[in-house]
Nanobody, 125 residues
């Protein structure tokens, strides 16, 4: 099990940028594929981006492709989500999540057993 803590959320204007970070506990962070998900009010949690253990494999939701970039620093036990050209439709609570060790990243919420508490990202003028 890994403990995850997100940071970097906050109010941003449409067209703006924000960088979310997720700090993970433990010495085996490099064995976990990681994902970012989001949940807007009244909607189900949805996939945003995922990254494999060595950063060589990344997946993006169609809504995120070209605007968001997921990255990780295994030496610092962190995974980040750089979000550019933000839209009001990106407003949500953003969560980072970890798969079980030595498994591939996926897009399914149910494949991730460990979750952070979430960080809010309101996009509004």
């Amino acid at each position: 099990q890994v403990q995850l803590v997100e940071s970097g959320g906050g109010l941003v204007q449409p067209g703006g940028s924000l960088r979310l970070s997720c700090a993970a506990s433990g010495r085996t962070f490099s064995s976990y594929a990681m994902g970012w998900f989001r949940q807007a009010p009244g909607k189900e949690r949805e996939f945003v981006a995922a990254i494999g253990q060595s950063s060589g494999l990344t997946y993006y939701a169609a809504s995120a492709k070209g605007r968001f970039t997921i990255s990780r620093d295994n030496a610092k036990n962190t995974v980040s989500l750089q979000m550019n050209s933000l839209k009001p439709g990106d407003t949500a609570v953003y969560y980072c999540a970890a798969r079980t060790p030595y498994t591939l990243p996926t897009t399914r919420v149910t494949d991730y057993p460990d979750w952070g508490q979430g960080t809010q990202v309101p996009v509004s003028s």
